[in-house]
C-alpha cells in the first residue's frame, strides 16, 4: 500500500537558517504530493503541492521538487522565521484512490527560535 | 466565506457511551473526508463521500464508527461503545470536487474517552 516517511523531529533552528524536512515515499502510478502545515492550535493547511514529476510547489518561501526517480518531495526553506514553527506533514494521493484521499507521514516538528 | 466547521471542539465521554461528531463542509464542496489524527498513528483516513456515490468507508477501524451525509452537505461521524482508544482528534476536510483538488480542514474535534 501507499505509505509517506518523514524525517522524525523535532527539528530545532535559529530563525534565518536554511530548512530541510526530508519526505519520501511508496505509491503505484504517479502520485500527487502535497506538505500540509499545522500551525500551533489551528487546522491543517496546505502549504504546497505537485502534481507530477520535476514539478515545484512554492508558497510563502518554501519549495518542494517532485523526484520520481528519488521518489521524494523533500521541504525547502532559505531563511525560517520564528512563526514557522508549526509541525509539517508530507502525503500523497494517487490513483488508487482515485486521487482523492489522502495518505499522511507523521509530521515533522519544526521550532524556530529567535 | 466560512470554512469548514465541526462540533464539539472538545468532547469527553465515559467507554462505552456514543458519540456523535459533525462537521459542516465549505458551501459548494461536493466531496467531504473525514481523518484520525491520534498520537501512535498519526493521520488516518477514515472515511469519504463524494456527491450521491456510495461512500468510501475502507479507512473506518471497526464497525462501531460510522458517517453520513445528509443532503450533500453536513455529515456526522457516530463511534458507538466507545473505547480508550479511540481518543484522537477527529479532522474533516471538504473539496470543490476530486483528483487534485486541495481539502480544506477544520480544527477538528478533540475526543477523550475515560
Known amino acids: 500500500g501507499d505509505s509517506v516517511t518523514q524525517m522524525e523531529g523535532p527539528v530545532t533552528l535559529s530563525e534565518e537558517a536554511f530548512l530541510t524536512i526530508n519526505c519520501t515515499y511508496t505509491?503505484?502510478?504517479?502520485?500527487?504530493l502535497f506538505w500540509y502545515v499545522q500551525y500551533p492550535g489551528e487546522g491543517l493547511q496546505l502549504l504546497l503541492k505537485?502534481?507530477?514529476?520535476?514539478d515545484k510547489g512554492s508558497n510563502k518561501g518554501f519549495e518542494a521538487t517532485y523526484r520520481k526517480e528519488t521518489t521524494s518531495f523533500h521541504l525547502e526553506k532559505g531563511s525560517v522565521q520564528v512563526s514557522d514553527s508549526a509541525v509539517y506533514f508530507c502525503?500523497?494521493?494517487?490513483?488508487?484512490?482515485?486521487?482523492?484521499?489522502?495518505?499522511f507521514g507523521k509530521g515533522t516538528m519544526l521550532l524556530v527560535s529567535p | 466565506g466560512a470554512g469548514v466547521s465541526q462540533s464539539p471542539s472538545n468532547k469527553v465521554t465515559e467507554k462505552g457511551k456514543d458519540v456523535e461528531l459533525r462537521c459542516d463542509p465549505i458551501?459548494?464542496?461536493?466531496?467531504l473526508y473525514w481523518y484520525r489524527q491520534s498520537l501512535g498513528q498519526g493521520l488516518e483516513f477514515l472515511i469519504y463521500?463524494?456527491?450521491?456515490?456510495?461512500?468510501?468507508k475502507s479507512g473506518l477501524p471497526s464497525d462501531r464508527f460510522s458517517a453520513e451525509r445528509t443532503g450533500g452537505s453536513v455529515s456526522t461521524l457516530t463511534i458507538q461503545r466507545t473505547q480508550q482508544e479511540d481518543s484522537a482528534v477527529y479532522l474533516c476536510?471538504?473539496?470543490?470536487?476530486?483528483?487534485?483538488?486541495?481539502?480544506?480542514f477544520g480544527p477538528g474535534t478533540r475526543l477523550t474517552v475515560l
Open positions: 502525503a500523497l494521493s494517487d490513483r488508487n484512490s482515485g486521487y482523492s484521499t489522502l495518505t
Open positions: 458551501s459548494g464542496h461536493t466531496a
Open positions: 476536510a471538504s473539496s470543490l470536487g476530486t483528483g487534485t483538488d486541495t481539502q480544506y
Open positions: 505537485a502534481t507530477k514529476a520535476d
Open positions: 505509491a503505484t502510478g504517479y502520485p500527487s
Open positions: 463521500f463524494q456527491g450521491n456515490s456510495a461512500p468510501d
